[in-house]
């Protein structure tokens, strides 16, 4: 009866493990529930085992987010729905138990590789969607129509889209790892048919004008097409040219980016007044308003559920200016957001949190996980990235799928693996 059970369990974790990597596919109340099933059946798996120790315990570090939030909270039980940014964290918590307690076997090379796999061709399925949703609800010429220098595109994918609702950050961050991961194909592997995906990668990168990934994807193509291939020194030469070729025609065709960078020029020393706000200089004041609360709350912090009204009342006294009444602005920043809700005590646990995270990375030694973990540090700290479903979801499903990879590979198989299979 035991063994039947495990056996049925294990089956259920070769179609619940991958459908964790469609979660872009779905809102975020669907990829929670299939969360859920990994988690009970993990649970189940591990009573009908009877292995109940936690094999490694470093994963418990990556719990520290959570309990920083909680514990913050629970003096802050005056305020009402107080234990809201307690659910925002929750994953923090729930991600490294249960993926410390599946099998090893659900996380090879092969199984991993298929994953990864699955994730890219969701990405570039949601890429397409969005270009042909955008043209069966308005023509090509709307792509070239601007409003306070963002694109109909951007707007529509952020406001309008009747699926696949995903922030424009975060969705390209998503596919910012899908690119590494086909670049190693191409690279690596001369998967020549993964060019395809680079393209569809970079053009969506390109049409929602995400500054900062923008940025980092021009980084990434043109260091792993120096550094990460085999080609010899003219072959890079031709292709590194022909990516920069690429780069310019999107800069000269692509519409808006050079509106979204100038605007950062325009904007930057011009405070938001009326209606004259963008992105630019409401992140600006929320800077600006996050480093006068960091000030006057350095020692225990306003409190998570506090924070949101502290910020808003900033920009009244501060700004002539409603763009925080149209919408709600945290800090834009994660690292400020643990700081101004909890305090120095706070900072010091996310720093301790964060050592470990970069300690384990450089462990583990692998080139996509390497670049995802960079990726997702960075846009911390112009987005509170960890505090929305999407971007901990991401974070905590790619980082733990690796942390099981290297359960499965001897310190005498590591250079093979990062040479030859996962980068």
């Known amino acids: 009866m035991r063994l039947s059970l495990k056996n049925n369990l294990e089956k259920a974790f070769l179609i619940l493990i991958p459908l964790l990597f469609t979660f872009p596919f779905f809102k975020e109340s669907l990829s929670t529930f299939i969360f859920i099933l990994v988690a009970v059946t993990t649970l189940l798996y591990t009573v009908a085992t009877k292995e109940y120790a936690l094999k490694n315990k470093e994963l418990l570090y990556f719990t520290i987010p959570f309990w920083i939030i909680l514990i913050r909270s629970l003096f802050d039980l005056g305020y009402e729905n107080n234990f809201s940014p307690v659910k925002n964290g929750l994953f923090f918590l729930l991600f490294p138990i249960v993926f410390g307690y599946i099998p090893k076997k659900f996380f090879t090379e092969q199984k991993l590789l298929l994953y990864l796999t699955i994730l890219k061709n969701i990405c570039a399925v949601i890429a397409i969607s969005y270009i042909l949703m955008f043209l069966y609800y308005y023509n090509f010429n709307d792509f070239f129509i601007f409003k306070y220098n963002i694109p109909k595109f951007r707007d529509f994918v952020y406001n309008e889209v009747p699926f696949f609702k995903i922030h424009p950050t975060y969705y390209t961050a998503f596919v910012f790892l899908c690119t590494a991961f086909s670049l190693e194909n191409i690279l690596k592997k001369k998967k020549y048919w993964d060019i395809i995906y680079v393209l569809i990668f970079a053009v969506i990168t390109f049409l929602l ?62 405070p938001p007044t009326g209606l004259a706000y963008d992105s630019t200089n409401i992140r600006i004041a929320i800077v600006e308003c996050s480093l006068e609360l960091a000030e006057k709350n350095y ?48 900072a010091l646990f996310l720093a301790l949190f964060l050592f470990k995270l970069l300690k384990a990375v450089r462990r583990i ?39 099981k990879l290297k359960e499965n590979t001897y310190p005498s198989e590591q250079t093979v693996l990062t040479q030859n299979t996962i980068p």
Request: with cysteine.
């Open 299 to 346: 020692l225990w912090g306003v409190g998570f559920s506090n924070l949101g009204p502290a910020l808003e009342n900033c920009f009244s006294k501060n700004y002539d200016s409603n763009f925080y009444l149209e919408n709600t602005y945290l800090t834009h920043n994660y690292y400020f957001y643990i700081f101004i809700s909890s305090g120095i005590l706070g």
């Open 365 to 403: 030694n692998i080139f996509l996980l390497t670049v995802t973990i960079g990726n997702v540090l960075i846009l911390n700290l112009s987005e509170d990235f960890f505090y929305r479903h999407y971007g901990l979801f991401f974070f905590c499903l790619i980082l733990f799928s690796f942390f």
């Open 209 to 270: 004008l995400v500054k900062i990934n923008m940025l980092l994807l021009f980084i990434l193509i043109g260091g792993m097409l120096l550094f990460r291939s085999s080609l010899n020194l003219k072959q890079k030469g031709f292709l590194f040219i022909s990516f920069l070729t690429t780069v310019v025609l999107l800069i000269t065709f692509v519409p808006g980016v050079k509106n979204r960078f100038t605007e950062m020029v325009d904007s930057f020393n011009k």
